[in-house]
């Protein structure tokens, strides 16, 4: 099984900075980890992909983020960041990260509040 524990979130004002973390703790047997990625959900809209990083290191962002923010992942600890820079009212959300197996399974966290003030 796998577990995903979500950390970093908070209140910042408006150009502000936030790293986000997302830990992920596995028992048992799993295939290969293909992809991990950040989603995030504003209040009334639905669930959007912010970023995501597959095993070869390959990143994508939404559109709103690219150049703000930067997807990353630390192997050894099992662990994907999301440092978020430049923040804006608009990214106001629940962040949470998702991992895709080998065997094409999703695994989600249960998210953390972000909220940037004007």
């Known amino acids: 099984q796998v577990q995903l524990v979500e950390s970093g979130g908070g209140l910042v004002q408006a150009g502000g900075s936030l790293r986000l973390s997302c830990a992920a703790s596995?028992?048992?047997?799993?295939?290969?980890?293909?992809?991990m990625a950040w989603y995030r959900q504003a209040p009334g809209k639905q669930r959007e992909l912010v970023a995501a990083i597959t095993s070869g290191d390959s990143t994508n962002y939404a559109d709103s983020v690219k150049g703000r923010f930067t997807i990353s992942r630390d192997n050894a600890k099992n662990t994907v960041y999301l440092r978020m820079n430049t923040l804006k009212p608009e990214d106001t959300a629940v962040y949470s990260c998702k991992m895709t197996t080998g065997s094409f399974r999703d695994f989600w966290g249960q998210g953390t509040q972000v909220t940037v003030s004007s």
């Open positions: 596995i028992s048992g047997r799993i295939f290969s980890i293909l992809s």
